[in-house]
């Protein structure tokens, strides 16, 4: 049996445990507050996907704490005493809109992650190497190579798995028509603004959940991949299969991470939020892009220790080696 719960605890993290008799997902009700409170900061923003709505319409925070945006209180009883800021709320009603949407996909993509983790057998292959019998979303800091890589693949295989059950919905154009329409935009088709929604919602999620990643990639020492480096995987696997039936191109895929992966870091600097990178920008692309290869290929070399544990056949591997994304990440 596999129990779910939305924990009332302000606490940012969500987590997969087992105890034998049932999988348990708990999902803080931080991490809702946190991801809805940021996306609709960052909509407030007029530099943050400027072609939704009327960008002009907002003023750009300046007074933003340490710790990000404020959270959206989804406990009505909240002390107010307790020095919770002012939520931030998008001016323009269209912006306001896709906020919202953009946060309930985050979170779905979420839950999605968490399933991977128990489908994907990835309590059992922490117990059979003798490690801990759960599996937080709250990045810690470690300094063990081999460690490091070994939850790092775990979450990009979780990673895999939410986005081969969810982006085939979330990204078609029978979604990404009314969300373009939501929008007012026509700068981009139906199917591109649609994965342009997906991954600023799933880049959103990653910076949320590590927003005070190290200001260079390389020097990421956490349980947790850098989540800019996740955000560029999912957009792999989520065009992989498009490259390969030439039905999108790699010159539109650059594009569409420019407004989103890029966008999203780009705002987060200007606001002076934690985890800034201030190298420059050629070497932090090259920084991205050693990353997610490294990540990929370690990924690919434990993928029969994966099928040995996983509950499932492992059938949510939509890397097709053949397209040549690896090459061009």
């Known amino acids: ?9 302000a606490a940012l993290n969500a987590a997969v445990t087992g105890d034998g008799n049932a999988d348990h997902i708990r999902i803080n009700r931080g991490a809702l507050e946190q991801t809805f409170g940021t996306m609709l900061g960052l909509f407030s923003s007029q530099a943050f996907l400027p072609e939704v709505g ?14 990000g945006f404020p959270a959206l209180p ?6 107010p005493d307790t020095g ?3 939520v931030l709320i998008p001016q323009d009603k269209r912006r306001a809109s896709i906020a919202i949407a953009l946060g309930e996909l985050a979170l779905e993509f979420l839950l999605f992650h968490e399933v991977g983790h128990v489908v994907g057998g990835h309590l059992e292959l922490l117990k059979a190497y003798g490690s801990r019998g759960f599996i937080s979303e709250l ?17 990009c295989d979780a990673d895999a798995f939410a986005c081969h059950h969810a982006h085939f ?33 799933v880049g959103v999620l990653f910076r949320v959940l590590y927003p005070r990643a190290p200001v260079k990639i390389g020097a990421h020492k956490s349980s947790h991949p850098h989540p800019v480096v996740r955000s560029c995987l999912v957009a792999s696997s989520a065009t992989a299969r498009a490259l390969f039936n030439r039905s999108i191109t790699l010159g539109t895929v650059d594009k569409i991470l420019g407004v989103t992966v890029r966008n999203i870091e780009e705002v987060w600097a200007a606001l002076l939020l934690p985890g800034q990178n201030p190298e420059p920008a050629g070497v932090w692309a090259r920084s991205v892009r050693n990353g997610a290869k490294q990540l990929f290929t370690a990924w690919g070399k434990a993928r029969q220790t994966l099928e040995r544990h996983a509950r499932l056949p492992r059938r949510w591997d939509d890397w097709d080696w053949s397209t040549g994304w690896e090459a061009s990440i």
């Open 54 to 67: 009327d960008p002009t319409a907002e003023e750009t925070p300046t007074d933003l704490a340490d710790s």
């Open 74 to 79: 989804l406990v009505r009883s909240c002390d």
């Open 169 to 201: 919905v979330y990204t078609a154009r029978d979604v990404g028509g009314p969300l373009r329409e939501v929008a007012g935009t026509t700068a981009w088709e139906a199917e591109d603004f649609a994965m342009i929604a997906y991954l600023t919602a």
């Open 84 to 86: 919770q800021r002012a």
């Open 139 to 155: 990045g810690q800091r470690s300094s063990a190579p081999g460690e490091l890589i070994f939850s790092h693949v775990l979450e």
């Open 1 to 9: 049996p596999l129990d779910i719960q939305i924990v009332d605890d």
